[in-house]
């Protein structure tokens, strides 16, 4: 029983093909061929081609693989925020037959020492501005090369000269350090093209990227992602789309990091197959500078999570941004708050369309219809090739608009966790189906809702409370500018709802909260507790961490 299919938009194929493509690789290769003369990435008013992307990349790859020595599936570790060098490194790593170990810059010296150990990697290449952070835990590594690259190393002179200065004088952005046996990028480059080189033959079943959770629940784990998982998402993200995207590729805007899953398939990956530019945004948490950076670009989509949108429309020079080629702005990473989907409508004149995925499948297993005119607070449909089941905690299937986990098996799904085969089947039935951890439910036409995560649900009286539905109301509400719900242990109900607000306005009261709450939730589900804060903590692509919230407010 697949209900969804019988809601699926003319032309959606029930399965797709990976047979096209050997590897993330060989996609690259035939997009280089299709596009050469058009822009790929675009940053700081710089525009690399496809022919470019394609020089830089055999110049990197061969460095890899004929300086250094490195043999297939070596691990290769990128630390950087969204930088030209950011692509040319992936793309390099990948043509290179060797893994991409995708690092968030932002990692304390303790995550990041356990990520390179855990993955293996033996190579790093890493912005500047985070070098003081290797520093600390390179000597406690497996780490025996270091390619170091500075902000502005891909700029035309004398930009890349300002700006690297800029950065580390003026600004004082790149804390000292000392890493005697680093190269510069620029170096590795020059010393690549001594060399020829053709792109290494990687399969389906060879690992592309060792792609880490956020590890909200302990250390951090590597979730496998082959060559198979990568093209079939891409694949299906592509079915998805082309009616919409049509021939004609435009500019997308990148605004999560390219070391997100999101941001890397569907920007990197599946628009650069598509033969779209990807207009690189360095620091997206400047509202200021990047509503004014995109002001006068002329973008025909946008990806995002709940929280960036809403800092965009918060902003007030965003309604004077140019929409005028706007057709798909998708959201997901978190649930998009009701809110925010119709200001933006109200703000672009387009819908914003939820999708829904996990780093463990690739990331895209649910999307919304693209002819969605309106938000309809769901997380869309199982797309190509793709199945998804709700499941009880025996992981047996539930019934139509039953409420359970949600379970996905498609061709995207992870191999497993790199070297953790306990915590693989814990989450990976013999049968191949991906237990989400997310809690859901399923309706007669086949679209999915998110009702929450497991660990996050807040249980009242016997009664199941999930805080995204909480946050989602009171986020109506003119006066509130972000808010965060979490569970707090309660004497008469077991547990009681605590909703930690960010004010818009000044003025915003309990008083009118809870009025607010009574309104539109049935009274178990009221915060009995309302904390003011100036700022909720979020992780570097904006969602909001409950579990920091509950550490700060709940069991401190």
């Given at each position: 029983?697949?209900?969804?299919?019988?809601?699926?938009?003319?032309?959606?194929?029930e399965?797709?093909?990976?047979?096209?493509?050997?590897?993330?690789?060989?996609?690259?290769?035939?997009?280089?061929?299709?596009?050469?003369?058009?822009?790929?990435f675009s940053n700081?008013?710089?525009?690399?081609?496809?022919?470019?992307m394609?020089?830089?990349?055999?110049?990197l790859?061969?460095?890899?693989?004929?300086?250094l020595?490195?043999?297939?599936g070596?691990?290769?570790?990128?630390?950087m925020?969204?930088?030209?060098?950011?692509?040319?490194?992936?793309?390099a790593?990948?043509?290179?037959g060797?893994?991409?170990v995708?690092?968030?810059?932002?990692?304390?010296?303790?995550?990041?020492?356990h990520q390179l150990?855990?993955?293996?990697?033996?190579?790093?290449?890493?912005v500047?501005?985070?070098?003081?952070?290797?520093?600390?835990?390179?000597?406690e590594t497996?780490?025996?090369?270091?390619i170091?690259?500075?902000?502005?190393?891909?700029?035309?002179?004398p930009k890349?000269?300002?700006?690297?200065?800029?950065?580390?004088y003026?600004?004082k952005?790149?804390?000292?350090?000392?890493?005697?046996?680093?190269?510069?990028?620029?170096q590795?480059?020059?010393?690549?093209?001594?060399h020829?080189?053709?792109?290494?033959?990687?399969?389906?079943?060879?690992?592309a990227?060792?792609?880490?959770?956020?590890?909200?629940?302990?250390?951090?784990?590597g979730a496998?992602l082959?060559?198979?998982?990568?093209?079939?998402?891409?694949q299906?993200?592509?079915?998805?789309?082309?009616?919409?995207?049509?021939?004609?590729?435009?500019?997308?805007?990148?605004?999560?990091?390219?070391?997100h899953?999101?941001?890397?398939?569907a920007?990197?990956?599946?628009?650069?197959?598509?033969?779209?530019?990807?207009?690189?945004?360095?620091?997206?948490r400047?509202?200021?500078?990047?509503v004014?950076?995109?002001?006068?670009?002329?973008?025909a989509?946008?990806?995002?999570?709940?929280?960036?949108?809403?800092g965009?429309?918060?902003?007030?020079?965003?309604?004077?941004?140019?929409?005028?080629?706007?057709?798909l702005?998708l959201g997901?990473?978190?649930?998009?708050?009701h809110?925010?989907a119709?200001?933006?409508k109200?703000?672009t004149?387009?819908?914003?369309?939820?999708?829904?995925?996990?780093?463990?499948?690739?990331?895209?297993?649910?999307?919304?219809?693209?002819?969605?005119?309106?938000?309809n607070?769901?997380?869309?449909?199982?797309?190509?090739?793709t199945e998804?089941?709700?499941?009880?905690d025996?992981w047996?299937?539930?019934?139509?608009?039953?409420?359970?986990?949600?379970?996905?098996?498609?061709?995207?799904?992870?191999?497993?966790?790199?070297k953790?085969?306990?915590?693989?089947?814990?989450?990976?039935?013999?049968?191949?189906?991906?237990?989400?951890?997310?809690?859901?439910?399923?309706n007669e036409?086949?679209?999915?809702?998110?009702?929450?995560?497991?660990?996050?649900?807040i249980?009242?009286?016997?009664f199941n409370?999930?805080?995204?539905?909480?946050?989602?109301?009171?986020?109506e509400?003119p006066?509130?500018?972000?808010?965060?719900?979490?569970?707090?242990?309660?004497?008469?109900?077991g547990?009681?709802v605590?909703?930690?607000?960010?004010?818009?306005?000044p003025?915003?009261?309990?008083?009118?909260?809870?009025n607010?709450?009574?309104?539109?939730?049935?009274a178990?589900?009221?915060?009995?507790t309302?904390?003011?804060?100036?700022?909720?903590?979020?992780?570097?692509v904006?969602?909001i961490?409950?579990?920091?919230?509950r550490?700060k407010?709940?069991?401190h």
């Open positions: 029983m697949k209900p969804w299919l019988n809601s699926y938009p003319a032309g959606i194929p399965t797709i093909s990976i047979d096209e493509y050997s590897s993330v690789a060989d996609v690259f290769d035939q997009s280089v061929k299709k596009y050469a003369e058009l822009p790929a700081f008013g710089k525009s690399l081609t496809f022919r470019e394609n020089k830089y990349t055999a110049q790859g061969a460095y890899l693989k004929n300086e020595g490195l043999k297939k070596d691990r290769v570790a990128v630390m925020p969204n930088l030209l060098q950011n692509p040319i490194a992936i793309f790593i990948l043509r290179a060797l893994v991409v995708n690092t968030n810059p932002l990692y304390t010296a303790r995550e990041l020492k150990n855990d993955s293996g990697a033996e190579t790093i290449i890493i500047e501005n985070f070098c003081h952070v290797l520093q600390d835990v390179v000597a497996g780490i025996k090369n270091i170091v690259t500075r902000m502005g190393d891909m700029l035309p002179f890349s000269a300002i700006i690297n200065l800029v950065v580390k003026l600004k952005m790149v804390p000292v350090y000392h890493l005697p046996n680093a190269v510069m990028f620029k590795a480059l020059n010393q690549g093209a001594k020829p080189f053709v792109t290494v033959a990687s399969n389906h079943d060879d690992i990227f060792l792609q880490y959770t956020g590890g909200t629940t302990g250390l951090s784990k496998m082959t060559n198979k998982n990568m093209v079939a998402n891409m299906q993200a592509s079915a998805w789309i082309k009616d919409l995207v049509g021939n004609k590729p435009e500019i997308i805007i990148t605004a999560l990091p390219l070391y899953i999101f941001s890397l398939t920007n990197c990956l599946t628009f650069m197959k598509q033969g779209w530019m990807n207009y690189l945004i360095t620091n997206p400047d509202i200021n500078g990047f004014k950076e995109i002001k006068n670009i002329q973008f989509a946008i990806t995002g999570v709940n929280t960036l949108f809403n965009l429309l918060n902003h007030p020079d965003f309604k004077n941004v140019d929409f005028s080629r706007l057709i702005t997901g990473g978190m649930s998009v708050q809110s925010v119709q200001r933006w109200e703000t004149g387009k819908a914003l369309i939820e999708a829904y995925g996990l780093t463990e499948t690739s990331p895209a297993a649910c999307m919304n219809p693209m002819n969605l005119k309106d938000f607070g769901m997380i869309g449909l199982p797309i190509s090739s998804v089941s709700i499941q009880n025996d047996n299937e539930l019934g139509i608009g039953e409420v359970g986990e949600i379970c996905i098996r498609g061709p995207q799904v992870m191999q497993g966790y790199w953790r085969p306990k915590e693989t089947a814990n989450v990976l039935s013999p049968d191949g189906w991906l237990h989400t951890g997310d809690i859901g439910v399923m036409q086949g679209f999915v809702k998110i009702v929450d995560r497991k660990k996050d649900m249980l009242v009286s016997g409370v999930y805080p995204n539905e909480i946050e989602s109301v009171i986020a509400l006066g509130v500018l972000e808010v965060g719900v979490v569970g707090k242990p309660d004497e008469k109900s547990e009681s605590m909703a930690i607000i960010v004010k818009k306005d003025e915003l009261s309990e008083n009118t909260i809870k607010f709450c009574r309104e539109n939730l049935t178990y589900k009221i915060p009995r309302i904390i003011f804060a100036d700022e909720l903590p979020k992780t570097n904006g969602k961490l409950r579990r920091e919230l550490d407010y709940v069991n």
